[in-house]
T-cell receptor, first 113, second 112 residues
Framework: KAGVTQTPRYLIKTRGQQVTLSCSPI?????VSWYQQTPGQGLQFLFE???????NKGNFPGRFSGRQFSNSRSEMNVSTLELGDSALYLC????????????FGSGTQLSVL | GIQVEQSPPDLILQEGANSTLRCNFS?????LQWFHQNPWGQLINLFY???GTKQNGRLSATTVATERYSLLYISSSQTTDSGVYFC??????????????FGTGTQLKVEL
């Protein structure tokens, strides 16, 4: 079974641009969640989707958004990029809605110049 | 929100040594997981262990939910065990889902 797949692996953008990151969960998994990892703030929860509905949201500005498609694939979008958005963005999937193991992808390393 | 503290922050071991990593959390949890992040950034799930004890090869974990701590044991360490170990929890009253709060991690280096 293929693992969680995130694309692209690396991304370089400039301030003010927007970016879209993609995540394909493990086949059969219906929950997808996103995390941001930075040296200063560590790993922080962004949001979680289950059956195309956002179930939980972390404390991030509205510039961060996401969605989930009917095949459980998910995208997250960051608009009006700031230098502080430079981070490793990790996607995780699980079969159901919670209280179970999370499986992470390799992440997308975003650099904002 | 729930607070998660991990200790020690850094650990250097000789290959073959044993170690214990600790995770303290500030409130009741219904979800606790241990992860290993390798040097390439990949987070590998080691255990889902909101309570009790589990073992997987050289690794084992124990969570004492009533006392709000979890321990990860690494025996006969190998250089491939190097990386950062994270504990992540979800508070009992957050309404379910996969909204994990991560600790700051233990950076482990295993030397020959």
């Amino acid at each position: 079974k293929a693992g969680v797949t995130q694309t692209p692996r690396y991304l370089i953008k400039t301030r003010g641009q927007q970016v879209t990151l993609s995540c394909s969960p493990i086949s059969g998994h219906r929950s997808v969640s996103w995390y941001q990892q930075t040296p200063g703030q560590g790993l922080q929860f962004l949001f979680e989707y289950f059956s195309e509905t956002q179930r939980n949201k972390g404390n991030f500005p509205g510039r961060f958004s996401g969605r989930q498609f009917s095949n459980s694939r998910s995208e997250m979008n960051v608009s009006t990029l700031e230098l502080g958005d430079s981070a490793l963005y990790l996607c995780a999937s699980s079969p159901r809605q919670g209280n179970e193991k999370l499986f992470f992808g390799s992440g997308t390393q975003l650099s904002v110049l | 929100g729930i607070q998660v503290e991990q200790s020690p922050p850094d650990l250097i071991l000789q290959e073959g040594a044993n170690s214990t990593l600790r995770c303290n959390f500030s409130d009741s949890v219904n979800n606790l997981q241990w992860f290993h992040q390798n040097p390439w950034g990949q987070l590998i799930n080691l255990f889902y262990i909101p309570s009790g004890t589990k073992q997987n090869g050289r690794l084992s974990a124990t969570t004492v939910a009533t006392e709000r701590y979890s321990l990860l044991y690494i025996s006969s360490s190998q250089t491939t065990d190097s990386g950062v170990y994270f504990c992540a929890v979800e508070g009992f009253f957050t309404g379910g889902g996969n909204k994990l709060t991560f600790g700051t991690g233990t950076q482990l280096k295993v030397e020959l």
